[in-house]
């Protein structure tokens, strides 16, 4: 939709009128937003007529590149033919159940049953809802505790920011009682926890796990209910685990009973080159997978938590008290998002989208490290099209920066100057394209942050 406002009016109706999430109110009062009226491709454009190229994909979702037109036609047939009619009970959609089952057909295992929420957070309160709703029927009532790690990101609603391991998404919110949320360390080979400085990955490895069960122990195998991962933490910082780490926390969840939730609302879809990465890229089967985002590529509000026959037969089988899920969103399978993940699907499977990522996603890690001349370079890490770029102080002994000097927000402003889009999170440059990017411009992004953190410094 285009309107005749002007781009200064705009500016202000937005800035009197939007609260934008996540939002730092000082600055935001005096400089507003910048509005983006087109999408393109890999680039966006803004009400000044500028353009850039968008290295984060919206915000690590639009998978499939800006603007298909097929996704537009797509929606709007959908829109035609039959837009919205309730889920509940005993009427569904076409495409609903269509995509219902070309999921359980990407899934990995006995990941077979859907079910649809607006988006990832929803999809998280759904995941646990369903965890306590499986132990109350098999008479496991105070297994209700839900292990998460540090500096995890799990959503916004009130359970899903709780869950949430970046303490300071919470400062001034209030905390639902702690007493069935629990964090432990955050899988970071760079900035490790006190006592795991030296270990080798394996070892590391081990110290986690070992932090894992001794908190189960603590709070009584008969307690806990699941534990929630991202494969690699995306708004925490791109921070990716030491090897064998998923493997091993999956085995103690195995030996107490407790399921395993892998959140991949940023790496499912093909950000780590295939449609979920928790097996094929990190050997190990979730009982629940979270994935939104690049479920629909951005182009319409979309998520799901995927379910395991093992918890369904149990909170669907009539004998044992189920059979009434008396949870639900208006929305859940709506026919217009179904009908767009669907297409969207399709898009990749077409181009051959996986591959692409499967060849690119490397030459952008490889590239980035080209950098590691740059005095401030700390570390650079993540896998295929999710990449973190850790600014320091001091490259020789990885002294960080203060926080106030804002480094990371710096070299991002630099960036726009020039015509790049990347995401400042704390110290580090995140960058996560849409999967169409080319080679060409992974050199482009790569020769823009070099620039610019050459003006920072
Ligand atoms: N889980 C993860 C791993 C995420 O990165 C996000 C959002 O960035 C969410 C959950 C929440 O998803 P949404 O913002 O769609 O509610």
């Not at 047939?77 to 359980?104: D, I, R």
């Not at 990832?120 to 109350?136: C, E, P, Q, W």
């Not at 209030?174 to 955050?186: E, F, K």
């Not at 959140?263 to 295939?274: A, I, K, P, Q, Y």
């Amino acid at each position: 939709m285009t309107t005749n406002y002007s781009a200064e009016q705009l500016w202000q109706m937005d800035k009197d009128h939007f609260i934008h999430p996540y939002t730092d109110f000082t600055t935001f009062a005096e400089e507003g937003s910048q509005v983006i009226s087109q999408a393109d491709g890999m680039h966006i454009t803004d009400t000044t007529g500028k353009s850039y190229l968008d290295a984060i994909a919206g915000l690590w979702c639009v998978n499939i590149g800006h603007g298909r037109k097929e996704m537009a036609e797509t929606i709007s047939e959908q829109v035609l033919n039959m837009q919205y009619y309730n889920p509940f009970g005993h009427s569904t959609n076409e495409p609903g159940s269509v995509l219902a089952a070309k999921l359980a057909e990407l899934a990995p295992g006995d990941l077979n049953k859907v079910f649809y929420t607006c988006g990832g957070s929803t999809a998280v309160d759904t995941a646990i809802r369903l965890v306590h709703y499986y132990n109350n029927i098999r008479g496991k009532n105070n297994k209700k505790q839900i292990i998460s790690r540090n500096n995890a990101y799990h959503g916004s609603t009130y359970v899903a920011s709780n869950i949430t391991g970046i303490h300071g998404c919470k400062s001034n919110l209030d905390r639902i009682a702690d007493s069935w949320i629990n964090h432990i360390s955050a899988a970071d080979m760079f900035h490790r926890p006190k006592g795991a400085e030296n270990l080798s990955e394996a070892e590391y490895t081990q110290f986690l796990a070992d932090e894992f069960e001794n908190r189960i122990v603590q709070l009584g195998e008969n307690n806990v209910a699941a534990f929630i991962a991202e494969p690699i933490m995306g708004a925490g910082g791109v921070l990716v685990a030491p090897a064998g780490y998923h493997q091993a926390m999956h085995a103690i969840c195995q030996k107490y009973d407790i399921l395993y939730i892998a959140d991949e609302v940023v790496t499912s879809f093909g950000r780590l080159g295939d449609f979920f990465a928790s097996k094929s890229v990190f050997g190990m089967q979730p009982d629940i997978i979270i994935t939104a985002k690049g479920i629909s590529s951005g182009y319409i509000p979309l998520g799901a938590a995927i379910i395991s026959d093992r918890i369904w037969d149990v909170v669907s089988d009539p004998k044992t008290g189920g059979g009434a899920l008396t949870m639900g969103y208006t929305y859940s399978g709506h026919p217009v998002a179904c009908a767009a993940a669907l297409k969207n699907i399709e898009i990749m499977e077409r181009e051959n989208i996986l591959d692409h990522v499967k060849e690119v996603g490397p030459y952008l890690q490889e590239q980035i490290k080209t950098l590691s001349d740059l005095a401030i370079f700390g570390e650079s890490r993540g896998s295929h099209l999710m990449l973190g770029l850790e600014l320091v102080a001091n490259s020789s002994t990885n002294e960080p920066f203060p926080s106030e000097v804002g480094i990371a927000s710096r070299v991002f402003e630099h960036c726009r100057n020039a015509g790049l889009i990347v995401r400042p999170v704390g110290n580090t440059i995140v960058l996560s394209p849409p999967l169409i990017i080319s080679k060409a411009q992974v050199d482009q992004i790569v020769s823009t942050i070099r620039e610019a953190i050459n003006l920072t410094m």
